[in-house]
Structures are given as structure tokens and as C-alpha cells.
């Protein structure tokens, strides 16, 4: 995300992107008439869809900036596009470019208030895009100069001796102008005060774990199994990485999906490499009908709730007959001591019992009457009563 803020417009925020190709319309839309000087009639939609790197900048409300496309050969019709390094090296001076690290500019268009910021954003996003790419060509026919905001990024090239132009000029745009060109190194010590501030940018949990030379003392015990590496430009440590091969392989599966590198492990003849089968889950039940499995479970559960239902009539009809049948032999019994109970007074009152004593006090011992009426109170063993008694029939 970068601003643009040319003198006669006022500032915008741009964000580069992929193009899409819905965005064919808003571009050309864009186009000027040095667009078609430059770059001849080309369809839109085709470079789009063809272009080997395609970018288009938009702002914060997504409007269409600017846009470029970019080829792996030249827009020449008289060259072929899979022997281009060989007219290129045979008309200009151009040893070090290859199909390997070059990049062609077939088309270019921007917003007339910001031509020069959008060129600009786009080249380095170009640079940034594709880390081998060290040289950008831009092609235009003979008789013709690039616009403004392409001619300061882009310069003639210059041509072998003897050799005449061949109906086009062509400019380059370098990487070093643009770019930062990094030279990775091994790590040494003194970088410590130059990386120091890039990690404490980040954060400070570093240091308050490890210490304040926590750096310094990992690029120190650097050996073979752990390697530190600087990004250096123009002398300047600007980059970090430490690698390691101590790591924890089990640890790394259970959370990432690492089956396509074999787990990060060696291929062993006793691998499973074949992930079990997952079960194909059932179609989904349509509403209001049921499954032949439903179905069956319905009427297995009707039939179970049914026997139930019978059971327990039965057990309670088995309960309520144990009852009457007790309650009947508890009537006989009863009926059978009520009778025995009659017998028994019957026979009581036929053989005939103990007569009645009426007990009478001597006319001697009426004074003893206190002690004769307590006796006469208490059980017949515990009591002696110390006069005779008269006894008589009744």
C-alpha cells in the first residue's frame, strides 16, 4: 500500500494487485492516445488472460488507478518469441538478460492525474513479484518516445556497433534503480547491533526472555546443524534467518496437514502412505420420510412397547389373583376361630367350672378390715391372708 501524491491532484492510496478480467472495461477506459502510440490497438481481455504477470493498482475505494501487463518475449511481429534472445543480444548490448530473468512491458495505461507514482508503484511491484527478474524491456516503434512517466523509469539501450534499428527502439528499467539488490551472507557477530532493532521493532518478548544479547549468542553457537543468514545491502545487515535441523517432526503433523511431504520424514519401505477409507456418509432423509432402517426400528420398537404392554397386564392381573386368594384364606381362618371361639364357650358352659366362692369376714376380725381388704387386692400367691375365711356355695 503506497500513497500517490502528484502536486496538481490530491493524495491517494493505492493497493497493487493481480488483474482480473473483469477489470478489462475500467482500463480501457484509461487509455490516452500516447497509449495507442506506444503500444498499437491490443485487445484487453487477450493480455489479461495471456500476460505472464499482470498488475493493476486501486485505490481505498476501489477504483482502477493504473494497470500494466507483462510478457516473456517482445511485442514484434517480426521476431519469434521462443529465439527473442537471440535478436536482442545480435542488435544490442545485452549479454547478462535471459528468458530466465527478463520480463517484456506489452501495455501500460494510468489515470491521467497520476502517471508518474503509478508507473513507478508498478515497477517495483513488478521487481517484488518475481525475485529473479532483473531486467524490464519496454519496445516501441521507431519515431516514437515513450510517455513521460514510462521515460523516467525506462532507457534506451544501447546498441551493438554497426548494427541499425530495425523499425522499434527498445529501453530497459533495472532492478538496482528500483529495488534493493540483497547479498545473503553467513551470520557474524558484528551484525548484532544492526539486526538488534529489527527484531525489537517487532516485539520485546525476545528480550525479556532471552536477555539483551540473546542474537549475538545464537549467531555464536551456529554449527552444522544450525546455520544463521544475513540479507546485506550496501554493508547493512537488513534481514535474519536462523535454520535448524532439530525439529519437532511429531509436533508439525499435529498441526499442519503434511501428508504430500510424507510427514516430513524419510520414505521407509514399511510406510503406510495410504490414508484410511472415510465411510461415503448417507443421502440426506428428504422431510416426512423415513428410512428403511427408521422404518424397521419403528416397528421393532412398537412390537417391544406392545409386549411390554402385555406384561405388565399380565403381572398386575397375576398380583390381583395372589391377593384375592389371600384374602379368601384369611376369611377362613377368621371363620374358623369365630366357631371354635363358640364351641368353646358352649363347652365351658355344659361341664361345668369351679364354683363361686364369696368370701366373708369373721365378725372377730372386723378390726383387721384394712389389712383384709389390701390382701384381697393382690395376686393370689404373693398375698396371705392371716385369718380363715368362710367360704360358702352360692
Partial sequence: MTTLAPENAPPEIVNARRTESLDARYIVDLERNSTKETFGRVDVVHLIEKAILAVTLCNDREQIMGHASFF?????????????????????????????????MHYFVAKAEYPQGCAREIIRTAFNAVPDLHFLFLIVPLGVYPEPALADMFKPLKKMEGMQGQGSTVFVCHRHDNVPVLYIRQARVEDHDDLTPIFNRQSDMLKQTYGDFFLAELIEAQDENMQCLVAEVEGTAVGFMSVSDDINVDLLNECFELGPFHGMRKPHPDDEITPPKTPTPPPPVKQGEETKEERALSRTSSKSTISDNQIAAESVEEQGKEEAADECVEDKRDTASRQSSRKSSRAGSTLGNEPKVKVKLSEANMGESTLSLLSDGMPPDTAASPVDNEVTES
Fill in 72 to 104: 516473456d518475449y517482445p511485442n514484434l511481429s517480426g521476431v519469434d518469441s521462443a529465439v527473442w534472445e537471440e535478436w536482442l543480444k545480435k542488435y544490442y548490448d545485452c549479454d547478462n538478460c535471459s528468458a530466465l530473468n527478463s520480463l517484456f
